[in-house]
């Protein structure tokens, strides 16, 4: 099993950038695909990026394709995600989010750990 703990969110101002971690415990972190969700008051929680095991294979959304990157180091069991040009409507609690198995997917009942959230506010 693995527990995830996310950390990074803030308060930043339109255009600006965050780089939000993920820290994962456990040995076997290498074996998980690992993805990013957010979800906004009121909201669905919505997918936003995903990467298998390793960098080479990832997917995004297409509300943030270009902005975001989403990227995992397994020395370290973290993974990353950097968002770019932050825009108000990205306001959200960001979760990652960890499951077995060499498929993507974008529903979030198919993921088998989730971190507590961290929040993330883009002023105007």
């Known amino acids: 099993q693995v527990q995830l703990v996310e950390s990074g969110g803030g308060l930043v101002q339109a255009g600006g950038s965050l780089r939000l971690s993920c820290t994962a415990s456990?040995?076997?972190?290498?074996?998980?695909?690992m993805a990013w969700f957010r979800q906004a008051p009121g909201k669905e929680r919505e997918f936003v990026a995903a990467?298998?095991?390793?960098?080479?294979?990832?997917r995004y959304a297409d509300s943030v394709k270009g902005r975001f990157t989403i990227s995992r180091d397994n020395a370290k069991n973290t993974v990353y995600l950097q968002i770019d040009n932050l825009k108000p409507e990205d306001t959200a609690v960001y979760y990652c989010?960890?499951?077995?198995?060499?498929?993507?997917?974008?529903?979030?009942?198919?993921?088998?750990?989730w971190g507590q959230g961290t929040q993330v506010t883009v002023s105007s």
């Open positions: 990467v298998m095991w390793s960098n080479s294979n990832t």
């Open positions: 989010a960890a499951r077995l198995g060499m498929q993507f997917s974008d529903v979030p009942t198919r993921y088998d750990y």
């Open positions: 456990g040995r076997t972190f290498s074996s998980y695909a």
